[in-house]
């Protein structure tokens, strides 16, 4: 699994974007040739996405291109482009605004052809499938299981809110009006299901307001309570905080540790199935728990600073 904490968007129409990215600590870049270009402007960013990835150092960051969504004029010449171009460079293509399991499966299908075509390791790059509208999020479960090259499913929130007509102008916040429970609590825990029925990751979209730090802060902080693997990062001020929020804490990473030390012991050397860790009984679940904080713990390059006696 890639660790995928901070996910940040890149224009593929700005070049010396493009170069800054590469000096952030972020854990995944995404070139847009998306929403964040201008229509006049995609063949040109096409061309800066092949230059930049082939040139570029991209050294530790999983390397993602965003290509328009299927209903566009766009779609099928941005995935030749680049694939054709810098396919040897390129982790997964995202998808936005999937709609149903066929949208990844031409992609799919596509993404076969350019590998056999161009004598690549044909399955090697991965889909990001976004989820954008009330059809996608109803059509989950297939858009899920539509493909071996799926890894995440990725929240979009702006064009979300948009699509069902949430009252809402600022993208992650609770619509005015709204004063009981969390507006977004149904798409998250959905779209979290749906992934981890197919073992995919989960990934929380944009949060627009980039100078309000701790807003981005309090939205990460919902999504990673509820599992979700990570979150989009569009400007710098955003990079450490996405980090911190989706890493365990080195208490909580520790524990795990901890846990998954004391278990096997004790299942291991005493047998025993359901034993007492300090005030706290562990057994099976607790393992498969602290499995899943010690994975992330791991990928987040934390190192224990504790360790078990008997
Ligand atoms: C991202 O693409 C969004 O629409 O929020
Ligand atoms: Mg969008």
């Known amino acids: 699994m ?11 129409s700005n070049p010396r974007f493009l170069d800054k990215a590469q000096t952030l600590p972020v854990d995944e870049v995404f070139l847009d040739l998306e929403d964040s270009v201008a229509p006049a402007a995609k063949q040109e960013a096409r061309k800066n996405i092949v230059t930049a990835l082939r040139e570029g150092d991209w050294s530790g960051k999983t ?8 209903t566009t004029q766009w779609a099928y010449r941005d995935v030749i482009e680049v694939v054709e171009g810098a396919g040897e460079f390129v982790d997964c293509l995202m998808l936005p605004k999937v709609q149903e399991p066929t949208d990844v499966v031409w992609l799919d299908t596509l ?3 350019i590998e056999q075509a161009m004598g690549h390791e044909v399955g090697r790059i991965g889909i990001e499938a976004q989820i954008e509208n009330a ?6 479960d297939a858009v899920a299981g539509s493909s071996r090259r799926l890894e995440t499913l990725v929240f979009g929130p702006a064009d979300f809110m948009a699509s069902i007509n949430m009252r809402t102008l600022v993208v992650g916040e609770q619509p ?13 825990m959905r779209l979290l299901m749906a992934a981890r029925m197919h ?4 990934i929380d979209g944009p949060y627009l307001q980039i100078k309000d730090v701790e807003g981005f802060e309090k939205v990460a902080r919902r999504a990673a309570a509820l599992g979700f693997d990570g979150k ?8 450490d905080a996405a980090n911190a929020v989706f890493s365990p804490t080195q208490e909580d990473y520790d524990h795990a540790e901890l846990i998954l030390e004391a278990y096997d012991y004790y299942t291991s050397v005493e047998k025993r199935g359901a034993v007492m860790l300090g005030d706290e ?7 498969k728990m602290a499995l899943v904080v010690a994975a992330k713990g791991r990928a987040a390059g934390l190192t224990r600073t504790t360790s078990f006696t008997p």
Do not use: C, F, K
Not at 176 to 188: C, N, S
Not at 281 to 287: F, L, P, V
């Open 2 to 12: 890639r660790s995928r904490r901070s996910v940040l968007a890149v224009p593929g």
């Open 232 to 239: 989009w990062v569009l400007h710098p001020s955003q990079v």
């Open 176 to 188: 005015p009006g709204y004063v009981e429970g969390d507006a977004y609590h149904y798409i998250l």
């Open 63 to 70: 390397r993602v291109v965003r290509v328009n969504d299927l």
């Open 111 to 113: 993404l076969t052809q």
């Open 135 to 140: 059809r996608g999020l109803v059509n989950v």
């Open 199 to 202: 073992d995919l990751q989960v």
């Open 281 to 287: 009984m562990i057994d099976e679940a607790s393992r």
